[in-house]
């Protein structure tokens, strides 16, 4: 094997090795400049192999190691720069790197320079800055980078901009100390991230990108600095399948539209943060979501914050070690269906839904708060919502369920553990069918002022507090029902409550039935109905000076010291009872 041969241009070259001929082939040099030159290799032709070739620049290098035209390649060769390129392209088309190393210490110039460029393709490089960027792309169209790294010190690994159709598929790209991993401007387009690594430490962010139509596929990208996200993206559509995004201070992912109008779809992925004041997963002024088969998890604070117009999750889990594990804002027409919920926080619960959210269904979910934090488990505030076929376990002091506005609970099991707190709360005129509440240290279904609506088919069991309380409410209906609790329905400060067809069960042993307090209830109706009242109690109880129509028709009366018990009613009040059995 013979000596290879070193390249050492004389003064005033315009490089050490220049080729202005098609065709040519250089291999095995070592080009080391020791004067003032702009390149290591320029070829200012087309169709140029440089292979085996090793260039070293110092100070004296101060243009590119090496430069190429149009289809030409560089081939298992290492550049080695301080204040240049390493590697240029501009202008050029279909021109392959493979197998090679590119590295500089330049904080004007990236390691690898391309511009105004098409169909480039990197496979298996290198690209180091020491001081900047590794690898920036300037109006390139068709750039691929596969199984290759990309490292910026105090700069981006990979900086496009005017660009589009940008692959990085199965590489390394990351960014140290300052700027972003990968960093897409706004006038970058169509970038695809696939089965990659994205790195970040310090102040970096992991991926940033403010153009539209991004895939990520089957990647890792994680920022484990003091501030940087691991990933934010804006405008859009953009594509997220089967990929990791982990934050230590900030989001995993933030997604931000101003205009509100892109769409955003994400898949089988992974959301993780350990920050105390950010979400995992952060959606901002989105359009459209889809967002189905993903895992959210926040270890100190809330899993999920989503903000979109119309969001569709579907087999999903969000949990929460500190705040609310999944919020929803601006929210018309979403659908949260066959996943999990879940706080672990004590200063948060399972979902928040903002009162300018309407029209959004829980469907087939499990829901859950396990500490004992003094919000509502689920708190439902937008008119019109929905939890069907779900089940929601609470710890929670507030309630498991809370309705502010109109909306709906259908074929649903809610439970609160808690020593008090109630199973659902409901204050806005809901409709309730075919569903279990139980509150075994509080009271089970609370309807509370102003209250309209009504409840069918329902099981309502209260703990040391009441099966169901009609606190102010006007206009409730419960047929068809079974309430048990200490005292199993009180009815306070209500008007035109009807009971009908149910069983009503107290199960303190001085508990009563059915209780209308003193001076609070206007007009009642109870008909169809069995009321067992605890030993010492009463089956039925008014207080005095209620006020209105009493009807107690056609029920059974059992248990209790008194069967019915009514005190001095108010004036102008009639209290018919007609058809009841008194069971003694």
Known sequence: VGARAVVDPPVSSTAAFLVKNASVNVTGLDVVPTVSVAYGVFASSQLVKVSSVVVTG???????????????ALRNSTVAVQGARAFWLSGASMTVVSDSTMTNRSAPWAAFHLESSSGITVTRGFLFNAVSTAASLSAAYGTQFLASTMTGVNGHGLYASASSSVTIRASLVRATSTAVGVYAAVDTHRLTLDASVVLASGTASGFEGYGSSYAVTDSFIQAIGVTGYPFYIESGPH?????TFTGWNYEGFNATDYSSTFGLNISSSYFYTTSASRPALYTNAIGDVNFNWNVVVSSRYAAADLEAELLRVADSSFR????WALTIYGSFGSRVERSTITSDSSSGGAINMWSNSDSVLFADDYIACTRAATQ??????????????????????GAAVSMDFPGFVTDSFIINTAASGAALVTGGGDTIDRSTFIALGGTALWITAGSTGSAKSVYAQGGRGFGAFFDRSSSFTIVDSRILGSTAAYVHGSTGVVIGNSVLTATAAAGVALHLSTKTSVGFLLSSSTLMGGELGAAIQVDRDSIGLLRFSTNVVAGGRYGV???TTGAGAQVWVASNTVVV
């Open 239 to 243: 594509w997220i399948y089967r990929s």
């Open 320 to 323: 929460s070690g500190g705040n």
């Open 58 to 72: 110092g100070a004296s290098l101060w243009s590119a190691g090496v430069r190429l035209d149009s289809w030409s």
């Open 376 to 397: 509502a488990c689920a708190p439902f505030s937008g008119t019109g919502s929905a939890l069907l076929r779900s089940t929601v376990t609470s710890n929670n002091f």
């Open 565 to 567: 018990r009514v005190a």
